[in-house]
């Protein structure tokens, strides 16, 4: 069975890996901050102690005032697995994240599915196009306020 | 642990492959939205109607019922599943209920040479030029079945953003299978049903409602 | 002009009541005495006899041939536990019909991008060869259309006229799947063309003759056991030549809609169905008549009915082989013709050559001799082979795919 980190674990490992890019845990995952997110996915990727080559899923989350981005990852060495979420922006307006597909190739279709359907850009995303629905949809049609 | 090369990815804008599909997908979703937009009234049902003179003559009488018999003996369905029905669709042929003692095991690949389109399952709006261009690719007589909720009238996903609601907004359908999904059992009686209406068509009297 | 026919019994009896005197054959006349028509008018006769013939043989293959899609369907069914066609007409016999006059009845479409000529070319392409190859098959004892001397050799031109259907298809109908099967075809049927015509050689030169009316009269043993390496090799050769699974891929439905006939529909279709079914009982044909001593049996049934017997028999198998082996790659079917059938022909060729130098003209029991030596050799042709190839459970390492890029086209502008 996989061993589930815990929110304070993955931040510590997080913190061990680029001091200052953790802003806060709580009991599943530890909260990171945008910009610090392409080092931080190529640490936890390429160090030993933490050795996360597989990415789980990619999820995008709107609470009505913000997004939030989370990723699913686990280790096959170790046999753990982790929790990050990352925070787009402080608005609704225009979300940005940093995107992993330099890292996990694996998350290429899966950052294109949530930009199609939450409308949040990946930044150096190498082909952000919508990938469920056809390009001229109006709107995103997962975000809360989207109306038929 | 097989280790590669970190590979170099060019972001959005300077990418070639979006740079060579974007402008293609630009215009199959301006397809997509023009179908959505002028697609909003449905087609009525193909009904059958043979003229009164015709209906007495003895020749083209018994044509039309060697003809009939003819082609509703031999219905090839066009080898397309769209969703979670299309499995129904599959079992229906398999041994249990097995279409082939109707002459129908042969499932066409090719749209020229099916006479019965099955929709079976959800239409997506992505979908609909497809299964629209399927269907003017078959040559006549055809005939289609709308097997399930979905592809009758959206179903649970009835006034969904991408789902059309009713394949008969796209397409005249001929026999409407309700279930979601219906049984195999179900939809060999909407066969069945079909064949009932093939056999009243006629040489003379084209079905209604089509274009 | 008319002697070597009057061996067909069936053309003698229509020519020798029409014709005033024909040749010695039919000295005395039919039962109406010298014939019906006057003297100087025996070509008319002929004409009239030849055109009867070509008629019943040509409608008795169209009608067997729904015959034999009713059958296969049914055998199919039977197979993978289904009833298979059985409601329209006893026991499903009129579903075949139906499928013709669903066929007919359809509308013909022609792609506009199609080149019209060579689009409507094809079809005939498939059936006439096929229609042609009935001609020289001995029925029954004296049953033939036409007893060729140069039988063999004619069937083999005229089926090599069949593979060109394919090609033209594919050119006519201006379709990328289209073009794909017809490729493939022609690969196959490049491929599978040698090892074929060489393992008939060992039957000519043990028979002596090019005749199929000679090889029957020859087969005192039948050539399946006298050459069990040939006829192995022509019974493969023959299911993938008529591109029936497992060697089906020229219009694999899963990879290439239709393959050649995609854009065909109506009668066009149907006449490539027919086609197809057609050289399949042709194969079913020449090898109940070559490898299975065609109408000859014991007294206790007529000639004909063992001819049937024995062309059901490898009708039977075929579909068996149909509905048992799964379809495979064109590298693995075209390796299989060059890498294993060409070498068991040539080595049945070598046998079969030294074993005729041996014994000339083989009685009864020089072919049972022959038979013996011969089992022998293809047991020890096919284990020597069997070394050469893959071992059971063992797979060819997959080459590794060049890493691609971001682009997956790196290279492209």
Same mark, same amino acid.
């Given at each position: 069975?996989?061993?589930?980190?815990?929110?304070?674990?993955?931040?510590?490992?997080?913190?061990?890996?680029?001091?200052?890019?953790?802003? @806060?845990?709580?009991?599943?995952?530890?909260?990171?901050?945008?910009?610090?997110?392409?080092?931080?996915?190529?640490?936890?990727?390429? #160090?030993?102690?933490?050795?996360?080559?597989?990415?789980?899923?990619?999820?995008?989350?709107?609470?009505?005032? *913000?997004?939030?981005?989370?990723?699913?990852?686990?280790?096959?060495?170790?046999?753990?697995?982790?929790?990050?979420?990352?925070?787009?922006?402080?608005?609704?307006?225009?979300?940005?994240?940093?995107?992993?597909?330099?890292?996990?190739?694996?998350?290429?279709?899966?950052?294109?599915?949530?930009?199609?359907?939450?409308?949040?850009?990946?930044?150096?995303?190498?082909?952000?196009?919508?990938?469920?629905?056809?390009?001229?949809?109006?709107?995103?049609?997962?975000?809360?306020?989207?109306?038929? | 642990?097989?280790?590669?090369?970190?590979? +170099?990815?060019?972001?959005?804008?300077?990418?070639?492959?979006?740079?060579?599909?974007?402008?293609?997908?630009?215009?199959?979703?301006?397809?997509?939205?023009?179908?959505?937009?002028? *697609?909003?009234?449905?087609?009525?049902?193909?009904?059958?109607?043979?003229?009164?003179?015709? #209906?007495?003559?003895?020749?083209?009488?018994?044509?039309?019922?060697?003809?009939?018999? @003819?082609?509703?003996?031999?219905?090839?369905?066009?080898?397309?599943?769209?969703?979670?029905?299309?499995?129904?669709?599959?079992?229906?042929?398999?041994?249990?209920?097995?279409?082939?003692?109707?002459?129908?095991?042969?499932?066409? /690949?090719?749209?020229?040479?099916?006479?019965?389109?099955?929709?079976?399952?959800?239409?997506?709006?992505?979908?609909?030029?497809?299964?629209?261009?399927?269907?003017?690719?078959?040559?006549?007589?055809?005939?289609?079945?709308?097997?399930?909720?979905?592809?009758?009238?959206?179903?649970?996903?009835?006034?969904?953003?991408?789902?059309?609601?009713?394949?008969?907004?796209?397409?005249?359908?001929?026999?409407?299978?309700?279930?979601?999904?219906?049984?195999?059992?179900?939809?060999?009686?909407?066969?069945?049903?079909?064949?009932?209406?093939?056999?009243?068509?006629?040489?003379?009297?084209?079905?209604?409602?089509?274009? | 002009?008319?002697d070597g026919f009057l061996d067909n019994a069936f053309f003698?009896?229509? !020519?020798?009541?029409? +014709?005033?005197?024909?040749?010695?054959r039919?000295?005395?006349?039919?039962?109406?005495?010298?014939?019906?028509?006057?003297?100087?008018?025996?070509?008319?006769?002929?004409?009239?006899?030849?055109?009867?013939?070509?008629?019943?043989v040509?409608?008795?293959a169209?009608?067997a041939?729904?015959?034999y899609?009713?059958?296969?369907?049914?055998?199919?069914?039977?197979?993978?536990?289904?009833?298979?066609?059985?409601?329209?007409?006893?026991?499903?016999?009129?579903?075949?019909?139906?499928?013709?006059?669903?066929?007919?009845?359809?509308?013909?479409?022609?792609? +506009?991008?199609?080149?019209?000529?060579?689009?409507?070319?094809?079809?005939?392409?498939?059936?006439?060869p096929v229609l042609l190859a009935f001609a020289v098959i001995p029925f029954g004892s004296s049953t033939w259309a036409a007893n060729l001397n140069v039988g063999v050799l004619y069937l083999i031109a005229v089926l090599s006229v069949e593979s060109f259907?394919?090609?033209?298809?594919?050119?006519?109908?201006?379709?990328? !799947?289209?073009?794909?099967?017809?490729?493939?075809a022609v690969a196959l049927l490049v491929s599978y063309e040698l090892p074929l015509v060489l393992s008939l050689i060992g039957v000519l030169m043990i028979a002596g003759s090019l005749s199929l009316v000679d090889i029957v009269n020859a087969q005192d043993v039948p050539f399946a056991l006298v050459q069990p390496l040939g006829f192995l090799v022509f019974l493969i050769g023959s299911v993938a030549e008529i591109q029936r699974a497992p060697f089906d891929l020229?219009? +694999?439905?899963?990879?290439?809609? @239709?393959?050649?006939?995609?854009?065909?529909?109506?009668? #066009?279709?149907?006449?490539?169905?027919?086609?197809e079914f057609m050289s399949t009982m042709v194969s079913g044909a020449i090898i109940a008549t070559v490898f299975l001593s065609g109408w000859r049996g014991f007294d206790f049934l007529p000639s004909h009915a063992w001819f049937f017997i024995k062309f059901a028999g490898v009708l039977f198998v075929m579909t068996w082989i149909r509905a048992t082996l799964?379809?495979l790659?064109i590298d693995q079917i075209t390796s299989f013709a060059w890498k294993g059938l060409l070498p068991l022909a040539a080595v049945n060729l070598l046998a079969s050559a030294v074993l005729s130098l041996i014994w000339p003209r083989p009685s009864v029991g020089e072919l049972w001799a022959m038979a013996a030596v011969n089992v022998v050799v293809a047991a020890a042709a096919i284990y020597v082979l069997g070394q050469f190839g893959p071992k059971p459970?063992e797979?060819?390492?997959? /080459?590794?795919?060049?890493?691609?890029?971001?682009?997956?086209?790196?290279?492209?502008?």
């Amino acid at each position: 069975m996989t061993i589930v980190l815990g929110g304070e674990q993955v931040a510590s490992v997080i913190e061990a890996i680029t001091p200052g890019s953790v802003t @806060g845990h709580d009991s599943s995952a530890a909260w990171v901050r945008a910009e610090t997110w392409p080092a931080v996915a190529r640490g936890l990727h390429d #160090r030993p102690e933490a050795d996360f080559k597989f990415l789980n899923s990619v999820t995008g989350v709107d609470y009505i005032d *913000h997004f939030v981005i989370v990723y699913h990852l686990t280790s096959l060495g170790h046999n753990h697995s982790a929790v990050i979420k990352i925070r787009c922006g402080e608005a609704r307006e225009d979300p940005v994240v940093p995107s992993a597909v330099p890292v996990w190739r694996g998350a290429d279709l899966q950052e294109r599915e949530v930009y199609d359907l939450m409308g949040i850009r990946f930044e150096g995303h190498p082909n952000l196009k919508r990938v469920m629905l056809w390009e001229g949809f109006p709107g995103h049609p997962h975000r809360k306020d989207f109306l038929r | 642990m097989v280790e590669h090369e970190p590979i +170099a990815l060019t972001p959005t804008p300077d990418n070639p492959l979006f740079r060579q599909t974007y402008e293609l997908d630009r215009s199959e979703g301006a397809v997509i939205n023009q179908m959505r937009a002028t *697609h909003i009234e449905q087609f009525p049902d193909p009904l059958i109607e043979v003229p009164a003179e015709f #209906r007495r003559s003895i020749f083209v009488g018994s044509i039309d019922a060697l003809l009939n018999w @003819g082609r509703k003996s031999s219905v090839f369905p066009l080898m397309m599943g769209l969703a979670c029905c299309s499995f129904e669709m599959i079992a229906s042929a398999m041994s249990r209920w097995d279409l082939s003692r109707f002459g129908m095991e042969v499932f066409r /690949a090719s749209p020229r040479q099916a006479d019965l389109m099955i929709v079976s399952g959800t239409v997506t709006w992505k979908m609909a030029p497809v299964v629209r261009r399927l269907y003017d690719q078959m040559a006549e007589p055809r005939w289609v079945i709308s097997q399930g909720v979905c592809a009758t009238s959206g179903g649970p996903y009835y006034e969904s953003y991408s789902v059309v609601p009713g394949v008969n907004k796209i397409i005249p359908v001929d026999v409407y299978v309700p279930g979601c999904p219906p049984r195999p059992d179900a939809l060999i009686y909407g066969i069945m049903q079909l064949h009932e209406k093939i056999k009243r068509y006629s040489l003379a009297g084209r079905a209604a409602g089509r274009e | 002009m008319t002697d070597g026919f009057l061996d067909n019994a069936f053309f003698r009896n229509i !020519y020798c009541n029409l +014709a005033s005197s024909g040749s010695d054959r039919c000295a005395g006349g039919g039962p109406f005495g010298d014939g019906l028509l006057p003297p100087g008018w025996e070509w008319l006769a002929f004409l009239v006899t030849a055109f009867v013939t070509v008629f019943v043989v040509v409608n008795g293959a169209l009608m067997a041939v729904n015959l034999y899609i009713w059958g296969e369907r049914r055998l199919l069914g039977r197979l993978q536990g289904r009833l298979g066609p059985n409601r329209w007409g006893p026991f499903g016999l009129l579903t075949p019909i139906a499928d013709l006059i669903k066929v007919l009845s359809k509308e013909d479409i022609v792609p +506009a991008a199609a080149d019209r000529l060579v689009y409507s070319l094809a079809p005939v392409l498939l059936v006439v060869p096929v229609l042609l190859a009935f001609a020289v098959i001995p029925f029954g004892s004296s049953t033939w259309a036409a007893n060729l001397n140069v039988g063999v050799l004619y069937l083999i031109a005229v089926l090599s006229v069949e593979s060109f259907a394919p090609i033209t298809a594919a050119w006519g109908s201006q379709n990328r !799947y289209a073009m794909f099967g017809g490729l493939r075809a022609v690969a196959l049927l490049v491929s599978y063309e040698l090892p074929l015509v060489l393992s008939l050689i060992g039957v000519l030169m043990i028979a002596g003759s090019l005749s199929l009316v000679d090889i029957v009269n020859a087969q005192d043993v039948p050539f399946a056991l006298v050459q069990p390496l040939g006829f192995l090799v022509f019974l493969i050769g023959s299911v993938a030549e008529i591109q029936r699974a497992p060697f089906d891929l020229s219009e +694999a439905e899963s990879e290439l809609v @239709g393959g050649y006939h995609t854009d065909y529909s109506g009668i #066009r279709w149907g006449l490539f169905q027919a086609g197809e079914f057609m050289s399949t009982m042709v194969s079913g044909a020449i090898i109940a008549t070559v490898f299975l001593s065609g109408w000859r049996g014991f007294d206790f049934l007529p000639s004909h009915a063992w001819f049937f017997i024995k062309f059901a028999g490898v009708l039977f198998v075929m579909t068996w082989i149909r509905a048992t082996l799964p379809r495979l790659r064109i590298d693995q079917i075209t390796s299989f013709a060059w890498k294993g059938l060409l070498p068991l022909a040539a080595v049945n060729l070598l046998a079969s050559a030294v074993l005729s130098l041996i014994w000339p003209r083989p009685s009864v029991g020089e072919l049972w001799a022959m038979a013996a030596v011969n089992v022998v050799v293809a047991a020890a042709a096919i284990y020597v082979l069997g070394q050469f190839g893959p071992k059971p459970g063992e797979r060819p390492r997959p /080459a590794v795919a060049p890493a691609l890029g971001a682009t997956g086209r790196e290279g492209a502008a």
